[in-house]
């Protein structure tokens, strides 16, 4: 092995330190990679944080808006559950109302006929027994009739025309009742 000429030890010294600037100018640019890298990795560290604690906030808005929501359904429920029980309350009452306004009719159909029958009935009261020789052969009194002559007080009471109904209206007036 021979000894290297001045010549060789000085292009090996040179390559040896252009090797060395090389490696330290790499090792700058990796430094200043890294240190690139690790900023964006923090960077993208806190905006990952960020936008979960955004995330979080949206989730929490969203399930307390649902259970607003669900809560108002709730109440609407009960209410239109109330209004459809008021509903079937009303139905019940027209019906009811409708079968008496349907007697009140029928009743108000057979008035005139009620007015005759019953000022007829106060007609024969008027008269009483019909007498045959001396003694009564009948009697509309007889028994337990509730048309003796003593309970008639008024024949008015059983034959209600308008007139009657204006003096009754008045007799009440006077009394304070009404009607």
Known sequence: MSLPSPVQIKEANAHLAAVHRRVAELEQRLGSAEKTVREQAESLIRKDEQLRAATQEVAEAKDREIAYLHEK???????????????????????????????????????????????????????????????????????????????????????????????????????????
């Open 73 to 179: 359904l709730c109440k609407s429920e009960e209410i239109i559950q109330k209004f459809q029980n008021m509903v079937k309350e009303k139905d019940s009452l027209i019906g009811q109302l409708r079968h008496r306004c349907q007697l009140l009719d029928n009743i108000c159909k057979s008035r005139p006929l009620l007015d005759s029958v019953l000022s007829q009935m106060a007609e024969a009261e008027r008269l009483g027994p019909v007498f045959r020789g001396g003694e009564p052969s009948l009697s509309l009194t007889d028994g337990d009739s509730n048309c003796s002559p003593e309970r008639v007080i008024n024949h008015r009471d059983f034959s209600l025309t308008e007139d009657d109904m204006d003096d009754q209206d008045l007799e009440e007036n006077i009394f304070g009742t009404t009607v």
